[in-house]
């Protein structure tokens, strides 16, 4: 018998949802942990949290997912060093994800069992979860670590069998799939030119996303990934290069220093690709169905 049916209640949707919300933000505060400390290989279980600048533990009073930052102005209560606004964003948007992804599958799909509900919110959450860090870790090492990546293939596609969603030939083609497409792409972009384009840490990346969600996830997400990745970071190259061309340095140059470097070709600057996969992952984790029959539609010209 399905023990949600309460939640027909809009006050008790509205509670259960906000519950995971506040779920989510606490695991977004491991999250922190865990893109701070696997690039440096440390354990994501010991020391306590601490401060890098003074070394005293973080209390439990001054480790309230979001709050804290706030009330502590982004500073160390004991030496008064300036925390990164990413703590509190990553913690926000564990929250934000936790509550749509429960509200989702679990709240908007009544017809559903309940075991089938708890399990892909559970899988989603989870899903979600390795995103988030791996995109910061991304954005910050242009690295995708290995530790987290190659585990995820299979755990995912074993919990594809949970959410009854996807036919597990589909997700193992998927899995295949997606590292071999960005493998072909990566090798033949460092043939053509000599300098590697994607890593292949990208290519695991997908491999999860097409070991969960199946083959046909593949072209959508690549495809809605290139078009925010150039929409967004074309513009924010060519920004930075003006201003580094427009620099001036603050002495002049001695007659014997070497002439400052030209700005970074656009062509030649490194923009990690992870976190576009990921945000057009979730995209597709919510719009899938959608998405799919919308590329079907302009493929085939009906």
Known sequence: MDALPTLSSP???LAATLGAAG???????????????????????????????????????????????????????????????????????????????????VVDAPGDPLGIRT?????????AAVLIVLSFIDLDTKRLPDI?????IGIFFLAGFAVHEVPWPERAIGAAAGYLLVRIIADGYYYATGREGLGLGDGKLLAIMGALFGWKA?????????????????????????????????????????????PTSI??????????????????????????????RMLTGE
């Not at 994501?44 to 973080?58: D, I, L, M, N, Y």
């Open 267 to 296: 062509r030649r600057a490194e923009v990690p690709f992870g976190p576009f996969l990921a945000a057009s992952a979730l995209a597709y984790l919510f719009l899938g169905k959608l998405a799919w029959a919308a590329l079907m």
């Open 23 to 105: 779920l989510g933000a606490l695991w977004g505060s491991f999250f922190n942990v865990c893109i701070v400390r696997i690039p440096r290989g440390m354990s994501v279980v010991t020391p306590r949290s601490h401060c890098f600048a003074c070394g005293e533990q973080v209390s439990a009073r001054d480790n309230i997912p979001i709050l804290s930052y706030f009330l502590l102005r982004g500073r160390c209560r004991h030496c008064g060093a300036k925390f990164s606004a990413r703590y509190a964003l990553v913690e926000a948007l564990a929250a934000a994800l936790s509550a749509l992804i429960f509200w989702t599958f």
């Open 148 to 152: 987290i990546t190659l585990p995820a």
């Open 119 to 127: 399990a892909r919110f559970a899988t989603y959450f989870a899903f």
């Open 218 to 262: 593949i072209p959508t997400i690549v495809l809605l990934a290139s078009l925010v990745g150039i929409l967004i970071s074309v513009p924010v190259l060519v920004l930075h290069r003006r201003r580094t061309a427009g620099a001036r340095p603050a002495a002049p140059p001695s007659p014997a220093a070497e002439s400052p470097a030209p």
């Open 11 to 13: 006050g008790l949707r």
